[in-house]
């Protein structure tokens, strides 16, 4: 055997090597759990509000459905997110005539001046892996600039005036109620949104194909 394998210094060397490997791969695997954690630092959240049509329709007596449903009331950005759960006997086309008719709602919900209190509608159907969806299909995203908007939009149980409720959203709620199992309701204004770093200097992110 060469004596360059029994030298100490290649012994060395190896030892050397080794400590190294051992370095970076432990690094490696730190890493990950090392590197700071991205924060736009802390929201400021408002008080918990008083929840619930009770809280709801003592605060429009106190100043009054006109004001309470008006698209000044409250401004900003508010998310209405609906889900169903259906009855086992509905069908695909009643399900299908309920999603186009909740959709056309955008267009449908006007004031009596014609302006449209909807921003955008959206829909889709659950498709979770987590095992926290509580049995819910589909949910829609209502989006409206104001609470004001919404509270006009929403109607029953709240506001019981028909001068002061989207007769439209009336309807489709008559309409798809004998085909549902569960609603579940849950709004809230937005208070903050976070966007990756490309996005907030202009450059475009490319969507995956």
């Known amino acids: 055997m060469s004596s ?6 290649f012994a060395l060397s190896l030892g050397g090597l080794a400590l190294a490997a051992m370095a970076v791969f432990s690094q490696a695997k730190a890493d990950p759990y090392s590197l700071p954690i991205a924060s736009y ?20 007596a106190q100043i009054g459905a006109a004001q309470f449903t008006s698209p000044t009331w ?17 069908t ?12 056309h709602l955008v267009q449908d919900t006007r004031r009596s001046d014609g302006a449209h209190p909807v921003v955008s509608i959206e829909t889709g159907m659950q498709n979770s892996g987590e095992g ?10 209502v989006t409206f600039r104001s609470e004001g908007d919404r509270n006009f939009y929403v109607g029953k149980p709240v506001v019981t005036d028909p001068g ?34 490309a996005a907030k200097s202009g450059k475009k992110i490319r969507s995956r194909r």
């Open 164 to 197: 002061f409720f989207d007769p439209a959203h009336e309807a489709f709620k008559e309409f798809a109620a004998p085909y549902l199992e569960k609603v579940t309701v849950f709004d809230f204004g937005v208070l903050a949104q976070a966007v990756p770093p």
């Open 92 to 103: 695909l086309a009643e399900r299908s005539e309920i999603t186009a008719r909740f959709l």
């Open 41 to 60: 630092g802390p929201v400021n959240l408002p008080p918990l509000p008083a929840v619930g049509t009770m809280a709801a329709r003592q605060l429009m």
């Open 4 to 9: 360059i394998w029994k030298s100490p210094r």
């Open 132 to 141: 926290v969806d509580d049995g819910l299909e589909q949910a829609f995203i």
């Open 74 to 90: 409250h401004p900003g950005l508010l998310r209405h997110i609906v889900m169903f759960r259906y009855k086992a006997k509905t």
